[in-house]
């Protein structure tokens, strides 16, 4: 019979070192990828120009000419993101950043985080944090199936069967938006028409919250996530950012890779 030919004639062990680097929380895989481009990134003082670069460990890594210190253990943070702020290390046009507000926000001895996912720019709440590229990475994948909620004051008229419709799915300009769990909390002050709506999504695609809603003919005025998995936004002040407990982080990783 065939048998499986040894490692060594197969994949090559290691990773890429886009990878390593994302894991060692030094930046997510894409923005490696830039900074090998551009030129940034070094093995043994040569400087790489291909992300597909396999290696076992990140000795003799320099990134703008400093040694990658090795991983620090996986953290998780909660930060409560106020609206104008872009879910960006750096923005071109000069606006102001989540890295902005959390120099002052996160603790001193916090290591280099990274967002899991993004809220746009007049989007505010609940916002996670890690220093580890590949729960990041796990968290975002839509096959994980990680609930994200949210809170959305929209102005118009909507009925409790239309959002229960959401359950389905629904396709929008050629996009299909999976199943949406959707009610109707309250509507404003007498003889408004705003309403307050909790979502419930799993696939987190680009606006998705603001699409649908709009699909039903509804103005979102303001829109805040609340949770994201198990962690909540809570009484989380604006701008503030708490660690994750280790405890409850890892419980949270053990259902993750569960799910795998």
Known sequence: MPTNPPKSEGRPEGDRIAKLLARAGVASRREVERMIG???IALHGKTLDTPATILTSLRGVTVDGKPVAAADP???????????????ERD??????????LRNALPKDAPR?????????????????TNDGGLKRL???????????YRARAFGEVTQDQLEALSEGVEIDGVRY???????????????RNQWIEMTITEGKNREVRRV????????????????????????????????????????????????
């Open 38 to 40: 551009d030129g940034r």
């Open 74 to 88: 996986t953290q998780l943070y909660a930060f409560n993101k106020p609206t104008g702020l872009i879910t960006a």
């Open 92 to 101: 071109p046009a000069g606006r102001a950043t989540i890295y902005d507000a």
């Open 113 to 129: 985080v990274m967002p899991i996912g993004r809220l746009d720019l007049n989007t505010e709440g609940l916002l996670l944090l």
């Open 139 to 149: 968290m975002e994948l839509p096959a994980s199936g990680v609930p994200r909620t």
């Open 178 to 192: 999976g199943s949406i769990d959707a009610n109707l909390e309250r509507s404003g002050a007498a003889g408004g």
């Open 213 to 260: 809603l709009e699909y039903l003919g509804l103005k979102v005025n303001r829109l805040i996530r609340t949770a994201y998995g198990p962690f909540l936004l809570g009484d989380l002040p604006r701008g503030g950012a708490v660690r994750i407990r280790k405890g409850d982080l890892d419980r949270f990783v053990s259902t993750l890779k569960r799910r795998k």
